[in-house]
């Protein structure tokens, strides 16, 4: 048994592409988290409902399969969301109680990170975030799944939970 958990959730599959590298590099468990009811396919319908995103604003998300307490470190991947973490994220971290854990996060996104870094320490009051890691793609269209951050930023943002 690991005590590493690699929490994610990944719209286009960018994040699940680093989750997973994570996940393999410290032998990890990994946990998917997924809205109840899945996000149009549709980018534009998506924009259209979800462009205000608040950070009080909810999603509901499918139950999990893991018991948290059996980690004592915690990776958190997610894509940026006008600015923020992921409505999905977002729920998650509300419901569930990562307190005392050691926590590294990370935010994909095509260059505007905005306050996602202020929203994990928002919404994890009482954990300790031990490194933060903007993951950049590219922004243009037909290259949205090139990384631009390095493996050899992604593999120091790793060892800060060494």
Not at 66 to 75: E, G, M, P, R
Not at 118 to 127: A, I, M, Q, V
Not at 129 to 136: F, R, T
Request: glycine share 4%; hydrophobic share 35%; aromatic share 12%.
């Amino acid at each position: 048994m690991t005590d590493t958990l690699v929490i994610y959730y990944s719209f286009t599959g960018n994040s699940k592409r680093i989750a997973n590298y994570v996940k393999e590099r410290c032998q990890a468990d990994s946990l998917e988290l997924e809205p109840l009811v899945p996000f149009s396919s549709d980018y534009d319908e998506v924009v259209a409902e979800w462009q205000n995103n608040e950070i009080k604003r909810d999603v509901e998300i499918k139950k999990i399969d893991k018991d948290l307490s059996q980690y004592k470190k915690v990776v958190l991947i997610t894509c940026t969301w006008w600015y923020g973490i992921s409505p999905v994220m977002k729920k998650f971290l509300k419901e569930y109680d990562l307190a005392g854990k050691e926590i590294i996060v990370a935010s994909a996104n095509a260059g505007w990170l905005g306050h996602s870094f202020k929203d994990y320490e928002t919404l994890l009051p009482n954990s300790k975030i031990k490194g933060e890691l903007d993951l950049v793609f590219s922004r243009e269209d037909n290259k949205r799944d090139e990384l631009l951050t390095s493996k050899e930023e992604i593999d120091a943002w790793i060892e800060k939970l060494n």
